[in-house]
């Protein structure tokens, strides 16, 4: 994966196993969700010519670090939407066909996948999930990267 993060980010590697097959997931802090907007757009412009963007909504969560109440639940559906809507812009702004796809979740934080054209999202996804759930994230308000075998992910806790 080509760098286009601040230095000061933090690198939180992690195994994934999947099938058998084992994977690395590096995890890199884009910091807040204003400064993540141009380097994941940077990312998806050098990958493709469209995209489609695939993205998790938090409906309910159980308390945690990052979600303790419905306060903080509709905070952080309200920064989700609004980042994915100022990175779709963004994208089409440079000459990028980008769409995306709302899905709700049972999550304390939203998930984007940045797919191109015609790859199956579900195995992303799936992959993304499993990445988030062993990873046991416990900051707030940050936007995290993932570089997936078959794409990337955006963690917004």
């Not at 994966?1 to 980010?9: A, D, E, I, L």
């Not at 058998?20 to 380097?39: R, Y």
């Not at 670090?65 to 980042?83: E, G, I, N, Q």
């Amino acid at each position: 994966m080509m760098s286009v993060m601040p230095s000061s980010g933090v690198h939180m590697p992690m195994h994934l196993d999947t099938k058998g097959a084992s994977q690395d997931v590096e995890f890199n802090e884009l910091g807040n969700l204003n400064e993540a907007v141009e380097p994941f757009a940077q990312l998806i412009r050098k990958s493709a010519r469209s995209v489609r963007l695939h993205c998790t909504i938090p409906t309910g969560c159980p308390s945690s670090a990052t979600c303790a109440d419905l306060h903080d639940l509709h905070d952080l559906r309200a920064r989700s939407l609004m980042f994915v809507h100022n990175l779709v812009e963004t994208l089409r702004a440079s000459g990028i066909a980008a769409s995306y796809r709302l899905q709700p979740a049972s999550c304390p934080m939203c998930l984007i996948c940045a797919l191109p054209s015609g790859l199956d999202a579900s195995k992303v996804r799936a992959a993304a999930f499993a990445a988030v759930q062993n990873a046991k994230l416990d900051l707030k308000e940050k936007a995290l990267l993932a570089d997936l075998e078959d794409g990337y992910a955006l963690i917004i806790t």
